[in-house]
């Protein structure tokens, strides 16, 4: 399994919905594209996030599948509003053992 995480530093016009709506169309990719075992996204609850104050983590049930998920248009389509609303996106896969 590889854990895909996310961390969104939004932009200072980002209003607190249009976050919650993205990060709906996020939890929504589970359904949408093979490999995704699990999604769980928010806003970051810790007082030491450097500007990054919502979220996401996918569980993929393998490599393969991680890979296919960048190029997979329903993807695209999310990542692409990520970007409108995000001034700085961090990404981190981990193996989990």
Do not use: C, W
């Not at 200072?12 to 993205?22: F, G, L, R, Y």
């Not at 995704?36 to 490599?63: C, K, P, W």
Request: avoid cysteine; glycine fraction near 4%.
């Amino acid at each position: 399994m590889i854990i895909h995480i996310v961390l969104l530093q939004p932009k200072s016009d980002t209003t607190p919905e249009q976050m919650d709506a993205v990060l709906e169309q996020i939890k929504a990719l589970k359904e949408k594209i093979p490999g995704i075992l699990y999604v769980q996204s928010d806003a970051n609850r810790h007082n030491a996030h450097q500007g990054y104050t919502y979220g996401f983590v996918m569980h993929f049930d393998n490599e393969e599948h991680l890979k296919a998920y960048s190029p997979n248009p329903h993807h695209k389509a999310v990542s692409s509003q990520l970007r409108q609303l995000s001034s700085a996106i961090l990404n981190f896969d981990l193996p989990q053992e």
